[in-house]
């Protein structure tokens, strides 16, 4: 389970002598705020993945805790939420003492992962959308508003900037071009190479990227599949770029879900492994029909809470920080070009077809 909701409810059905030993409710980086500090706190954004926070309110749900135990009152051992902007607390002096600095230092609230990446990859402003091309894929979007979907595609959180990050993974981004790589014993380069001389579209070959199933869309039992093969386009190079493809599809699917709930993307931010490959990132600036940008720093989670931090200790504005700050790479930048766009089109309705013929057989065991 991915909600820390349900790890409580594990916790209290399978590991009862910890469960009755709960004291304190707290997310890992929020344990770590507590150990260099001695404060229970926490901002919205983190909040947001546990499934007892509201992101449309602000606010802790204590319902959602008294579902899981209406005696424990586990809604008093929840931490204080703060904005993202303040100061937390200070660095106390044991903490100071095993890491060797000076106590009384400010420590500001820190974030989750990918809202913490969202600030290091400049995504702070509306329009931005980031696509985390690692072993999984992640699509997510900054939104002055709340952006909800009621069908559960995708996840409404709450930004680490006092905003809104809707976001959505799947399981399988370049996991399934290591698939691909390993069934021909070929190495990253050689394999962008072979995907760089088979056409767009891969002459109709189709790859349907879920060897570890699926969660958006829903495929619990779904597989990976090589589809629309014929005697003349069964080549490694069209089945290496359908694998490329394949994976920029399983995420312009999330697009299309951010583009029904009113988020217009304006440009996509490419982070992850993916982002260092060339054909990979034209292949999804055309799919996206967006322009393609690619942070300088490849560790945009921690560059994100060194900015937050400053915003913490200077104040003014996160945006005007992230844009003086965050740099991208020139040689890593492409624009669509229209007839790729034209004919992704018509690559992407057949991928899409292909997965809705399957998902009958994907949602059960067979």
């Not at 997310?27 to 229970?40: A, Q």
């Not at 508003?145 to 959505?168: E, I, K, N, W």
């Not at 982002?275 to 990979?280: D, E, G, L, V």
């Not at 007839?339 to 994907?362: C, D, G, H, N």
């Amino acid at each position: 389970p991915a909600y820390t909701l349900a790890k409580i409810l594990h916790l209290k059905n399978h590991r009862t002598e910890a469960y009755e030993q709960l004291a304190h409710l707290l997310l890992p980086h929020d344990w770590v705020n507590f150990y260099l500090t001695g404060e229970y706190f926490t901002e919205a954004g983190d909040a947001s993945g546990t499934a007892y926070y509201s992101p449309e309110k602000r606010a802790w749900e204590p319902r959602m805790l008294r579902a899981v135990d209406e005696k424990k009152h586990l809604e008093h051992m929840l931490p204080t939420l703060i904005e993202s902007h303040e100061i937390g607390g200070r660095l106390c002096k044991t903490a100071a003492e095993e890491l060797g600095l000076r106590p009384g230092i400010v420590v500001s609230t820190g974030a989750g992962d990918n809202m913490a990446s969202a600030i290091g990859t400049g995504c702070t402003s509306g329009g931005d959308l980031v696509m985390s091309m690692g072993t999984s894929g992640t699509l997510f979007g900054y939104s002055d508003t709340l952006v909800a979907d009621r069908q559960g595609r995708l996840s409404a959180f709450c930004s680490s900037t006092g905003g809104y990050l809707p976001l959505l993974c799947t399981n399988n981004c370049t996991l399934s071009t290591e698939v691909i790589r390993n069934l021909f014993s070929r190495d990253v380069k050689t394999l962008d190479m072979l995907a760089g001389k088979a056409p767009i579209g891969s002459q109709g070959v189709t790859v349907l990227p879920f060897f570890t199933g699926e969660r958006v869309p829903y495929l619990p039992y779904g597989k990976g599949v090589i589809a629309h093969l014929d005697s003349q386009n069964t080549t490694e190079e069209n089945i290496a770029r359908a694998a490329l493809e394949s994976a920029v599809f399983a995420l312009r699917g999330g697009m299309d879900t951010f583009s029904e709930l009113g988020f217009t993307p304006s440009r996509l931010i490419l982070t992850g492994g993916g982002a260092n490959s060339k054909i990979w990132r034209q292949i999804a600036s055309d799919v996206f029909n967006l322009e393609v940008i690619v942070p300088s720093s490849t560790e945009s989670a921690a560059l994100g809470v060194a900015l937050q931090a400053l915003w913490a200790l200077e104040g003014g504005s996160i945006t005007e920080i992230a844009n003086e700050h965050v740099l991208f790479d020139e040689d890593k930048m492409h624009q669509p070009d229209r007839m790729a766009v034209e004919q992704y089109a018509e690559a992407y309705k057949r991928y899409s077809t292909y997965v809705q013929a399957l998902t009958p057989i994907f949602t059960r065991r067979i």
